[in-house]
C-alpha cells in the first residue's frame, strides 16, 4: 500500500458493531465484563480504549513500523522511552533540539544519575568518542529544532547497531511524509502528533513507533503503568488530521520552498536556515532520506539584533505569534524567548539559537499572502 493510500486506509477497517468508517469515539473509563476477566479485549481505557488503539494502528502503518503508541504529549511520550534506563546509563543526544525535550533531559532524568552528551550530529563519526560501556541511546532529531540541521540517521544507525546501542528519531518535523527512520536503521520513532499529524491545532499528544516486539512490549508496559495516555476525543482527532497529511504536507513543502527563497533574497534578513538550499551543510544527506524538505525553517534578520526579531514577529499579520507548529495556519515563534527559553543562553548560542532567531512554520494558506505578510513586517 503506498503511503497516500495508507494515510487513509492504513491498519485500518470498518468499526465491527455497526460498520462505521471513522472510527467511534468510545467515551468510556472502563467496561462490562461477563465474569471476572471474561471481557472483550478492553477492560480499563488507561490500559486499551479502541478508539485510542485504532489510531496507534495508524501510526505503526505510516511509519512502516509493526507496533505505535499513543500517549498524552510528545515529552510524555519521550519520557517514555528514557524510562528504558536505569541509572548509570548513558544517552547521546542531538545538542540542537526542542528546548522541552532538553528540559526532560536535564532536569528531570539527570536526577535519577542518567548522564546526557549534547553533542551536534552533522557527522555521524563525531559520535564514537562519546560512547562507552554505559552508552544505552543516541536520540537524533532530524531536521533538528529549530536550526533545521540535518542528521544521516543511516549513518548514526551503523554506529548504533555496531555498539548495540537503541537508536531513537523524533521525526516530528519531517513527518512519515518526508521521512521513515525505521526503514534507515532507527529502533524507535517519536512524534510530537500535536504537530504535523493532527495538523489542525487542536489536540495535545505524543507517539511512538516501533518495529521490535520485545521493544515494543516493554513501552507498552511503561505506557500503562505511567499512564500519560492520550483520550478518545483526541485519538479522534488525531485520525482525522492522518488521512489528510499527504495533501497538507504537499502545501506546507510548496510553501516552504517559497517563503525560504523569498527570505534569502531580502535585504533584511541575515541568514535562511532550511534544507532545501544546496548551500545547506548536509543538503545532500536530507535529499537521499527525505522526499521533501518540509514546511519549517528559521532565520535572522539583519544585524541579528534582538530588537529587530522580536518587532518583526509582533508585525505580522497571517503567521501568528505562537508556540507550537505543523498546523494549517502559518505559525511565527522567537526560540530564544518561547520554545527555547528552558536552555541556558550559553548552550542556546553555541547551537545557533541567538536573540535575533525567529522560526516560521509555514502553513497551506496561498504563498503570496505569506509573502506580503513578511514583507511588511520586515519592511523597517
Given at each position: 500500500m503506498k503511503f497516500n493510500t495508507k494515510?487513509?486506509?492504513?491498519g485500518q477497517s470498518p468499526d465491527k458493531a455497526y460498520g462505521s468508517v471513522m472510527p467511534p469515539i468510545y467515551q468510556t473509563s472502563t467496561y462490562a465484563q461477563s465474569t471476572p476477566g471474561g471481557h472483550k479485549g478492553y477492560e480499563y481505557s488507561r490500559t486499551h480504549n479502541p478508539t485510542r488503539h485504532a489510531l496507534e494502528h495508524a501510526f505503526a502503518s505510516i511509519e512502516n513500523g509493526t507496533h505505535g503508541l499513543a500517549f498524552g504529549s510528545g515529552l510524555a511520550a519521550i519520557d517514555a522511552v528514557i524510562?528504558?534506563?536505569k541509572p548509570g546509563d548513558e544517552v547521546i543526544s542531538t545538542n540542537d533540539l526542542y528546548g522541552g525535550t532538553y528540559r526532560l533531559f536535564t532536569s528531570i532524568f539527570e536526577k535519577f544519575q542518567i548522564k546526557f552528551h549534547f553533542i551536534g550530529m552533522n557527522k555521524a563519526?563525531?559520535?564514537k568518542s562519546y560512547?562507552?560501556?554505559?552508552?544505552?541511546?543516541?536520540?537524533v532529531e532530524t531536521?533538528?529544532?529549530?536550526m533545521l540541521n540535518i542528521i544521516d540517521i543511516k549513518a548514526v544507525s551503523a554506529v548504533a547497531?555496531?555498539?548495540n546501542i537503541l537508536l531513537a528519531v523524533d521525526n516530528t518535523f519531517a513527518t512519515p511524509y518526508l521521512q521513515q527512520p525505521l526503514d534507515l536503521g532507527a529502533d524507535i520513532v517519536m512524534h510530537s502528533a500535536t504537530k504535523y499529524l493532527g495538523g489542525h491545532s487542536d489536540l495535545v499528544m505524543g507517539a511512538l513507533v516501533v518495529k521490535d516486539i520485545d521493544l515494543a512490549n516493554?513501552?507498552?508496559?511503561i505506557q500503562n503503568a505511567s499512564g500519560a495516555v492520550c483520550g478518545p476525543q483526541d485519538s479522534f482527532l488525531a485520525l482525522r488530521g492522518i488521512k489528510t497529511l499527504h495533501v497538507r504536507m504537499q502545501r506546507h513543502c510548496e510553501n516552504g520552498r517559497a517563503v525560504a527563497e523569498f527570505l534569502a533574497q531580502h535585504p533584511n534578513v541575515e541568514t535562511v536556515y532550511w534544507p532545501g538550499f544546496e548551500t545547506h551543510p548536509n543538503h545532500n544527506i536530507a535529499k537521499q532520506q527525505m522526499n521533501d524538505f518540509g514546511g519549517?525553517?528559521?532565520?535572522?534578520t539583519k544585524g541579528n539584533r534582538y530588537e529587530a526579531a522580536i518587532k518583526t514577529v509582533e508585525r505580522l499579520k497571517v503567521f501568528t505569534l505562537a508556540e507550537s507548529l505543523g498546523g494549517v495556519e502559518s505559525l511565527a515563534g522567537h526560540p530564544a524567548s518561547m520554545t527555547h527559553a528552558s536552555i541556558p543562553k550559553e548552550e542556546r548560542e553555541k547551537t545557533g539559537v541567538i536573540d535575533s532567531l525567529i522560526r516560521l512554520s509555514v502553513g497551506i494558506e496561498d504563498s503570496y499572502d505569506l509573502i506580503q505578510d513578511l514583507t511588511q513586517a520586515l519592511s523597517t
Open positions: 494515510t487513509i486506509h492504513g524510562k528504558l534506563l563519526s563525531d559520535i560512547i562507552n560501556a554505559n552508552t544505552k541511546l543516541i536520540w531536521p533538528t529544532n529549530p547497531k555496531k555498539h516493554k513501552l507498552y508496559f519549517m525553517l528559521s532565520f535572522t
